[in-house]
């Protein structure tokens, strides 16, 4: 275990989106807490960090992602995945409760914590099955779940198809007052599509995913969420179509948040020519016009959050045909670089893309996480903007499917503390 | 981000070669018309007493089939073997693969038995694509069938039997009915139609069984018969399969008759000089009447007799290619 933080970040460009700070600053970080963000600040006995040309940033927030342990579907294990996390700059990261077993109970919430905690990288946040077993039939222990510390109930990528459990669920979940997280796709529009119903799926001969097989889930969801009162967030939102319903969900008031994956926000539907099965993933990517109303969305806040949508697999998951690949990118190494890519590129504000890292997805998951809030608990990163490196020279994931290994990204990560504790330090 | 090569480039050698024969997609059209002169050459061959040339003696041809085929699977060993190549029927349903061995490690065992040639079906679209990428550099995969994706020596044999029957494609209206949604044929023959310089192309079919966005595959769509075939100087009929009543695609074979299927009746609308064609094996009485099957227009059987034609020609090239030395 690191020992409490005693920095004093001098001469940094400070960013907090959710304070609206933008300035150059020296940031004091004492017995990891951090305790004062101002000019010419005097610390006998920290540690001395020049950040002059550098970013402070809170520690970034990725809202959900798959877990690589216990079992399940992920290579890897917490410790390398944390790490990877670490040196993204990230603190915090939601966990989906899609492992094996599943994490429908006690023990495997608890489990995860343990892990996380000792490999000492970054903070998991679980994320409590919605049902038994994923299964979609009967309502999972969520009393029991809370208890053990999880901060949202979840389906995962698993359908509910019987709105009437579904319903049941949603209103006995609305007991805890924590948000429930659902993953749109209609099963039965989804049948076993692999990417989206659209010019290149026919050229290909590839199974589609219809827009509707999103709307019509986001559709349903919302009558359900505005019949029992719950706090609902969506994941991965891929479709122009979805955002409509999302715009009036929030006219009439309902308490919904929602997310887009940064891969989504890059890529279309084209990145999967020749068979790329790197770019396999679901909900899958879809038509460039799609790409364009999302970053729109992004920028208006209609899309809360941009998350990594990690997935990391083995080797073995990608040797196949395109439509035997398992679906999924390991996004934890370059969420930082590629959303500071998509700015670079005048695609998203820097402050809102920032935001959508860091304070929002902390709010979407009710955690006090993702700002530089003297008083409390450092958790933050020192950002190099200006290097460019090709990320799968020194990639940490032990998933190492995906389509930016070679790519040229700007951005270093120099520092990451979380919570106090350093937990990345690059030279 | 990373991105992988159109099959274009991974089937031709750097000079242009044939070198795998995935997909027509992209192929230039000098390529489309070598292939059709080779197998010129071959279709005399059948006729001889002794029905084999020396062109792949010596090699070794590997019949990977991971869908149950009898035809296509025979033509192509027949194809072998009048190439004087020695051939291999791996039938994948009752082997290694469904006791959990991957694809690639098959495929590496079988290019340690030094095989030449892997000619590939599978369920899966982009399962061709796959082997080539990832198969040793001196076997040539040749594409009988991935999924709904490509069926290339299907859509060259018909374009043999059109460039036989009509002379060539300038000018040409053709017409595809049927299933296209599930049909890798009908793609095939699309991207080669196309690139011969066939005049239209026409898909027709009810909506449930037309692709999303399908107009990009630059064929005109009708959804209903008559107007379609009109003045149509090639009518290509396609397979359905029974399972698309199980899926709630269609309400009966009976309807899709009704609406969709072939008959000398309906052919009137058509050029007086169409002719009717399928890739097989052919459901009489669904997509096209036993009659006409069976009549003047059809040239059913002659496309098969020339599908082994262009698949020695395809064979010969690939080997060749390989051969090259051009990686």
Redesign the interface.
């Known amino acids: 275990m690191q020992p409490d933080a005693h920095l004093l970040i001098r001469k940094g460009r400070v960013l907090d989106p959710a304070a609206g700070r933008d300035e150059v600053a020296d940031v004091l970080v004492e017995n990891g807490r951090l305790s004062r963000i101002g000019a010419s600040l005097d610390a006998p006995g920290a540690e001395l960090i020049d950040a002059e040309g550098l970013w402070v940033l809170p520690g970034l927030v990725d809202g959900c992602i798959r877990l690589s342990e216990p079992g399940g579907a992920c290579t890897g294990s917490i410790a390398s995945e944390t790490r990877a996390a670490a040196a993204g700059g990230i603190t915090h990261l939601g966990g989906l409760p899609d492992t094996d077993p599943v994490m429908d109970n006690a023990a495997v919430v608890q489990l995860v914590y343990e892990q996380a905690e000792k490999a000492g990288f970054a903070r998991i946040l679980p994320m409590g099955a919605l049902t038994h077993q994923l299964e979609g039939e009967h309502l999972a222990e969520m009393h029991t779940l809370h208890q053990a510390g999880c901060v949202a109930f979840t389906n995962a990528g698993y359908p509910t198809t019987d709105a009437l459990v579904l319903k049941r669920c949603l209103e006995y979940a609305a007991n805890f007052d924590l948000p429930v997280v659902f993953r749109p796709q209609e099963a039965a529009l989804t049948g076993n599509g692999c990417a989206h119903?659209?010019?290149i799926?026919?050229?290909?001969?590839?199974?589609?995913v219809?827009v509707d097989a999103e709307t019509v889930a986001v559709a349903r969801d919302l009558e359900l969420v505005q019949a029992t009162g719950v706090r609902a967030h969506f994941h991965q939102i891929s479709a122009a179509a979805s955002l409509r319903l999302l715009r009036d969900a929030r006219e009439r008031g309902l308490p919904v948040t929602a997310d887009v994956s940064i891969h989504h926000l890059?890529?279309n539907e084209h990145?999967l020519?020749?068979?790329?099965s790197?770019?396999h993933i679901q909900p899958p990517l879809r038509h460039d016009r799609d790409r364009q109303a999302l970053l729109e969305a992004v920028a208006d806040g209609t899309l809360d959050v941009i998350c990594s949508q990690h997935t990391p697999l083995g080797s073995?998951a990608r040797?196949?045909?395109?439509?035997?690949t398992r679906p999924g990118i390991s996004g934890l190494d370059t969420l930082l670089p590629l959303l500071l890519h998509l700015v670079e590129r005048g695609e998203l504000p820097l402050e809102r893309a920032l935001d959508a890292v860091t304070a929002a997805p902390a709010r979407c998951l009710g955690r006090p996480a993702g700002r530089l809030e003297p008083g409390h608990a450092a958790s933050l990163c020192l950002v190099d903007p200006e290097p460019r490196r090709i990320p799968g020279e020194d990639w940490l994931s032990a998933g190492r499917n995906?389509?930016?290994?070679?790519?040229e990204l700007p951005g270093v990560v120099r520092l990451t503390v979380c919570e106090g504790k350093v937990t990345w330090l690059s030279d | 981000m990373t991105t992988e090569p159109p099959s274009s480039e991974v089937q031709l050698t750097p000079g242009g070669r044939l070198r795998h024969f995935l997909a027509i997609e992209n192929l230039p059209r000098s390529l489309l018309t070598e292939i059709l002169d080779t197998a010129a050459g071959f279709v005399s061959v059948g006729d001889r007493s002794v029905k084999n040339v020396p062109l792949l003696r010596g090699k070794t041809s590997v019949n990977l089939f991971f869908e149950p085929s009898t035809r296509t699977r025979t033509t192509f060993e027949l194809a072998a073997k009048r190439l004087s190549a020695d051939v291999l029927n791996m039938d994948i349903a009752h082997s290694a693969t469904s006791k959990g061995e991957s694809l690639l490690d098959m495929l590496r065992n079988l290019e340690a038995m030094a095989s030449d040639l892997f000619v590939v079906r599978h369920a899966d679209s982009g399962a061709a694509h796959f082997i080539a990428r990832h198969v040793t550099p001196n076997v040539a995969i040749i594409n009988a069938g991935d999924g709904r994706h490509a069926h290339p020596t299907q859509a060259m044999l018909d374009m043999y039997t059109i460039r036989h029957y009509k002379g060539g494609f300038e000018g040409l209206t053709v017409a595809i009915v049927g299933d296209v949604l599930h049909s890798r044929v009908a793609r095939s023959q699309i991207n080669a139609l196309l690139t011969l310089g066939a005049e239209e192309v026409r898909v027709i079919a009810p909506r449930t069984l037309l692709p999303a966005d399908v107009e990009a595959l630059g064929a005109r769509v009708f959804t209903e018969l008559e107007p379609g075939l009109r003045d149509a100087d090639v009518v290509m009929a396609l397979r359905l399969q029974r399972e698309r009543m199980q899926s709630a695609l269609l309400p009966s074979e009976g309807e899709f008759y009704r609406l969709y299927g072939l008959n000398e009746d309906r052919l009137r609308h058509a050029h007086p000089q169409a002719i009717v064609m399928h890739p097989g094996p052919m459901n009489r009485g669904v997509e096209i009447d036993s009659g006409l099957a069976d009549g003047e227009r059809s040239v059913i059987l002659h496309q098969v007799t020339f599908g082994i034609a262009v698949r020695m020609a395809v064979m010969s090239m690939c080997v060749s290619g390989q051969e090259s030395g051009e990686v």
């Open positions: 119903d659209g010019r799926a026919t050229h290909l001969g590839l199974p589609g219809p890059l890529l990145a020519e020749g068979f790329n790197l770019c073995s040797l196949a045909p395109l439509p035997e995906s389509p930016w290994l070679e790519t």
